[in-house]
């Protein structure tokens, strides 16, 4: 079966750096993507992964080791506005996206 | 329009019922894709579309029929609802499927009631 895994919830410090871990077991491997979801809202386009390493973007870096099925999004001085969910998507043989359920990221002052 | 846009914002439907949710999307995108989210559980896709004129089964398409007549609209239609589809219904669009790399852009969402 396709399975992704993330922590259901995490809370970190205003200011703060926090890392959201991600494994993945898929038939087959194309990519993987981080999106943000505020609350109510729909999922953004946060970083896209398919070589080894690490991809940074401002205060936002995400990185994959495909031999481990892993990755992490890290996210660097925190800001309250970072209170979201954070979901890992994985494209497999057929170019579809698989889920995890996605990391609530609590942000406390 | 600018992106995707969805109708209604939400709907309280009894049950046995029928319903279309509407997507409309301005970007000329090849593909396109229905979702349900439910909490706890990530993203699940109902159907999906590689081009204008065909329509492939997600992981749960039961209960849930789609077309795809033209490349802006990609509607969907519950039969015959029931309580189990209770959820919040998005729609997304991507450039083309087959290729890596190609985000999926979302529309606000449908947030469905079904007593």
């Known amino acids: 079966g396709q399975n992704i895994d993330q922590p259901t919830e995490m809370t970190a410090t205003e200011g703060a750096i926090v890392q959201i871990n991600c494994t993945y077991q898929t038939s087959g491997f194309n990519g993987l993507f981080w999106y943000q979801q505020h609350a109510g809202e729909a999922p953004t386009f946060l970083s896209y992964?398919?070589l080894d390493g690490l991809e940074e973007k401002g205060r936002f870096s995400s990185f994959l080791s495909r031999s481990k099925g892993y990755s992490y999004l890290l996210l660097k001085e925190l800001q309250m506005k970072d209170s979201a969910s954070y979901l890992c998507?994985?494209?497999?043989?057929?170019?579809?996206?698989?889920w995890g359920a996605g990391t609530k990221l609590i942000i406390k002052p | 329009i600018a992106g995707i846009t969805q109708a209604p914002t939400s709907q309280i439907l009894a049950a046995g019922r029928r319903m279309t949710l509407r997507c409309t999307q301005d970007?000329?995108?090849?593909?396109m894709y229905w979702y349900r989210q439910d909490l706890g559980l990530g993203l699940r896709l109902i159907h999906y579309?590689?081009?204008?004129?065909?329509?492939g089964k997600g992981e749960v398409p039961d209960g849930y029929s789609v077309s795809r007549a033209n490349t802006d609209d990609f509607p969907l239609t519950l039969a015959s609802a029931v309580p189990s589809q209770t959820s919040v219904y998005f729609c997304?669009?991507?450039?083309?499927?087959?290729?890596?790399?190609?985000?999926?852009?979302f529309g606000p969402g449908t947030r469905l009631t079904v007593l």
């Open positions: 970007m000329r995108h090849n593909a």
């Open positions: 992964n398919v």
């Open positions: 997304a669009s991507s450039e083309t499927v087959g290729s890596s790399g190609r985000e999926q852009f």
């Open positions: 998507a994985v494209t497999d043989s057929n170019y579809q996206l698989i």
């Open positions: 579309s590689n081009t204008a004129g065909t329509t």
